[in-house]
């Protein structure tokens, strides 16, 4: 099946069954994951799934604060660093206005970089069904589309940027 999801997904949010302890970046990982492999426990009798859609938490906020690794850079020129008179000058230059927005920049950078995302809030619900010819829908819409040659990835292979 090709494996373009449906444009209700949104990038910043994570999606996962009720009271999951792992959500997915799109509602088709859930029904790969953690609907779609235990159909067959169900004998039928579920013919909806519930999938939370939850907003996510700003990486920054799990970040050091500023302060705090300029202050280690100072303990470290201090004690382990062995050159006397380099703590001192350590010491001015973390003082300085200009490294500390440098040092805030960084850990923005980082935690922009981050790929690992933590629920903040529920925000909607989903619901998956299944049609008339077995294929997966969400909200009523199909879940997967055929991709095109062309596509990021390749035919078959890419995924429509959200």
Same mark, same amino acid.
């Given at each position: %099946?090709? *494996?373009?999801?449906?444009?209700?997904?949104?990038?910043r949010?994570?999606?996962?069954?009720?009271?999951?302890?792992? %959500?997915? *970046?799109?509602?088709?990982?859930?029904?790969?994951?953690?609907?779609?492999?235990?159909?067959?426990?169900?004998?039928?009798?579920?013919?909806?799934?519930? @999938?939370?859609?939850?907003?996510v938490?700003?990486?920054d906020?799990? %970040?050091?604060?500023?302060?705090?690794?300029l202050?280690?850079?100072?303990?470290?020129?201090?004690?382990?660093? #062995?050159?006397?008179?380099?703590?001192?000058? @350590?010491?001015?230059?973390?003082?300085?206005?200009?490294?500390?927005? %440098?040092?805030r *920049?960084?850990?923005?950078?980082?935690?922009? *970089?981050?790929?690992?995302?933590?629920?903040?809030?529920? @925000?909607?619900?989903?619901?998956?069904?299944i049609d008339?010819?077995?294929?997966?829908?969400?909200?009523?819409?199909?879940?997967?589309?055929?991709t095109?040659?062309?596509?990021? #990835?390749?035919?078959?292979? #890419?995924?429509?940027?959200?």
């Amino acid at each position: %099946m090709s *494996r373009i999801v449906t444009t209700q997904c949104d990038d910043r949010r994570l999606y996962g069954v009720p009271g999951a302890e792992h %959500m997915y *970046r799109d509602a088709a990982e859930v029904w790969e994951t953690d609907i779609e492999p235990f159909l067959g426990f169900t004998d039928g009798a579920i013919s909806t799934w519930e @999938v939370e859609v939850w907003s996510v938490q700003p990486s920054d906020q799990f %970040m050091p604060p500023a302060d705090l690794v300029l202050e280690c850079i100072s303990e470290w020129a201090g004690d382990d660093c #062995g050159l006397e008179g380099f703590a001192e000058s @350590v010491g001015e230059a973390v003082a300085d206005p200009a490294v500390v927005y %440098m040092v805030r *920049r960084l850990l923005s950078a980082i935690a922009e *970089r981050t790929h690992y995302w933590v629920a903040n809030e529920k @925000v909607d619900d989903m619901f998956v069904t299944i049609d008339s010819d077995g294929r997966p829908l969400l909200n009523g819409e199909q879940m997967y589309v055929p991709t095109k040659p062309g596509l990021i #990835g390749g035919p078959d292979t #890419g995924r429509l940027g959200l």
